[in-house]
């Protein structure tokens, strides 16, 4: 069973508007949030985490936000640029997973178009 | 920055043979981490360490194995290598305590003939 899900395998946006990711998880024993920028050839970048008592993390263009009862993060984008064309990675942990591995969702490819 | 290093980062080499993985990390962290990704699908933990002379295994069953002689060092072996251990592994390390981010190293991409 998936407990970490990206259900759009690709996104598309214009240059200087807003790129908005999803992901939704399914065990609440998640309490650590994290995003992964992730180019071809190499290993993910960490980008930005939230922990679950809070709903909002922000830092530069990059904002996660957070609905616990939802089950559900985002990362928002804004202003879009070329050079965020990559691959997005969502990746969760808790208290009982194993030395705090994270679990990952399929990713989602961005595409910003000039 | 993130300062892990993986060699080799690509590798073709015959069924039999016995590979090591290499992960080298200079950012002093205590735990790190062996995850294997095959293409479009999701990173799978297969092994992890706490510190030296720690090791267990994740939960992708993985016929490899890793050793923890030095802090920075944590890597990977095949005894020998079939076509069904072809993916990529990626290490990576973070600090100890909780909601520590985890850095990456850039991968292994092995194939196996």
């Known amino acids: 069973d998936q407990q970490v899900k990206q259900n759009s395998p690709s996104l598309s946006v214009q240059e200087g508007r807003i790129s908005i990711l999803n992901c939704d998880y399914t065990?609440?024993?998640?309490?650590?949030f994290l995003w992964y920028k992730k180019y071809p050839a190499e290993g993910p970048t960490f980008l930005i985490s939230?922990?679950?008592?809070?709903d909002k993390n922000e830092d530069g263009r990059f904002t996660v936000f957070l609905n616990k009862s939802a089950k559900h993060l985002s990362l928002h984008i804004v202003p879009s640029q070329p050079g965020d064309s990559a691959v997005y990675f969502c990746?969760?942990?808790?208290?009982?997973?194993?030395?705090?591995?994270?679990?990952f969702g399929q990713g989602t490819e961005l595409s910003v178009k000039p | 920055e993130a300062d892990i290093y993986q060699t080799p980062r690509y590798l073709v080499i015959g069924t039999g043979k016995k590979i090591t993985l290499e992960c080298s990390q200079t950012?002093?962290?205590?735990?790190m981490y062996w995850y294997q990704q095959d293409p479009g699908m999701e990173l799978h933990l297969i092994h992890y360490?706490?510190?030296?002379?720690?090791?267990e295994k994740g939960d992708l069953s993985s016929e490899s194995t890793v050793s923890r002689i030095r802090t920075e060092h944590f890597p990977l072996t095949l005894e020998s290598a079939r076509p069904s251990h072809t993916s990529q592994y990626l290490c990576?390390?973070?600090?100890?305590?909780?909601?520590?981010?985890?850095?990456f190293g850039d991968g292994t991409r092995l194939s196996i003939l």
């Open positions: 990746a969760a942990s808790g208290v009982y997973n194993q030395g705090g591995k994270l679990i």
């Open positions: 939230i922990s679950s008592i809070k």
């Open positions: 990576a390390s973070s600090h100890r305590g909780r909601n520590q981010p985890q850095h």
């Open positions: 360490s706490y510190g030296v002379n720690s090791t």
């Open positions: 950012m002093g962290h205590d735990k």
């Open positions: 065990n609440s024993m998640f309490d650590y």
